[in-house]
């Protein structure tokens, strides 16, 4: 089947562009280290998944989103403890990227109690409350209306909170992003639409399931205030939340921002080869590694004198063995008592 269309994304669809260094300023050094760290952190944790669901110590459904980490973490920049978030089946990004901790994480993929769902989540029901992250699930689109519901309680409680929702390019193939794209705009809510467009929904390319892979189009015929970005790029990540999350607070209704990325794995479980399926192919994968946003940004801070190529890598053996010890507490932790699971479940009586 050839193609229908010509790419809306131009260059941004296209894996051989967007390789160059992304440029920084010296002065912003010091932030952008943390800002690698934490996509250094998201890595190192994936991959980490994916070692134990291949060792069998994990037994539930990993979705890996390695590759997609300047998503999370540029836009967490923007947002606040008391703003509204809300994942999909693919969230540890963002989970991390909000200020959740890879031990709790590790340890909630482990069934342990100490993990963020107190071990009755796994990999895709993921909380974290105390830093705004309010759920994730799998069922696809599924949070989108209710990260739309937050956004008119936020309204509702006074202040400039604002809802966030993640979600994929194959979400938007869902009845209900449309119901809750279409409320969010006439009653201009605070919320703020995240596409993390990695032009494959499961197992199909986009190229099967659309007449466009510009996932914004959606927004301009809602009257949604929109923009697409390079989503391997954190700072043009970052730039783009904080214009919209800015409007977002200030009064000026929902919008959507659409972050051009790709996975290296495959739909779910650490190979990169299999579980995929149409129009993926390897040489495309190795294609998106040069695109990688941690190389990129790596190269830009040492371009820019920010940097050594020796200290970075210095930095990447402190979170390689910061990930290490997690796994290691995790493992050691304590499953839950058999009486939680009532009790996790149901809620008790007053």
């Known amino acids: 089947m050839g193609r229908r269309w010509q790419s809306e994304l131009g ?18 050094g010091p932030r952008l280290l943390e800002l690698l760290r934490t996509m250094l952190v998201i890595r190192h944790t994936e991959d980490q998944l994916g070692r134990l669901v291949i060792a069998g110590e994990a037994r539930t ?31 540890h990004s963002h989970f991390l990227a909000l200020g959740g901790s890879p031990r709790s994480l590790i340890a909630e993929v ?10 009755m989540g796994g990999s895709m029901h993921l909380f974290g409350g105390a830093f705004g992250f309010l759920g994730s699930v799998p069922l696809v689109g599924a949070t989108i209306p209710i990260a739309v519901g937050a956004a008119l309680a936020a309204r509702l409680d006074g202040g400039d909170s604002v809802a966030v929702a993640f979600f994929g390019d194959g979400a938007t193939e869902e009845g209900v992003f449309h119901e809750s794209m279409n409320l969010a705009v006439v009653y201009d809510l605070p919320v703020l639409f995240v596409c993390e467009n990695n032009l494959f929904s499961s197992h199909l390319d986009i190229e099967f399931r659309q007449p466009s892979d510009r996932i914004g189009r959606y927004a301009d015929a809602h009257k949604v205030r929109t923009l697409t970005v390079d989503g391997n790029d954190v700072l043009a990540v970052e730039a783009a939340t904080a214009q919209l999350v800015g409007r977002c607070r200030g009064g000026e209704g929902p919008a959507l921002l659409e972050a051009v ?66 796994v ?17 479940v149901y809620a008790s009586r007053p």
């Open 11 to 28: 260059g941004l669809a296209d894996p051989t562009r967007f390789t160059a260094p992304i440029e920084v300023g010296k002065a912003d």
């Open 61 to 91: 459904p990993c979705h890996l989103g390695i590759g997609q980490e300047a998503v999370a973490v540029g836009i967490a920049t923007q947002l606040r403890a008391t703003d509204r978030v809300f994942g999909n089946h693919r969230s």
């Open 110 to 119: 482990l069934g342990k109690a100490e993990g963020a769902s107190r071990g």
């Open 261 to 326: 990325t790709y996975r290296h794995r495959g739909h779910v479980g650490p190979k990169e080869d299999i579980d995929v399926g149409v129009h993926r192919r390897m040489e495309d994968v190795a294609a998106w590694k040069r695109r990688c946003p941690i190389q990129r940004l790596s190269a830009g801070l040492v371009a820019a004198g920010a940097a050594t190529a020796a200290g970075l890598a210095g930095l990447e053996r402190d979170v390689a063995a910061q990930i290490e010890a997690a």
């Open 328 to 344: 290691r507490a995790a493992q050691d932790a304590a499953y839950p008592d058999v009486a939680a699971l009532h009790d996790l």
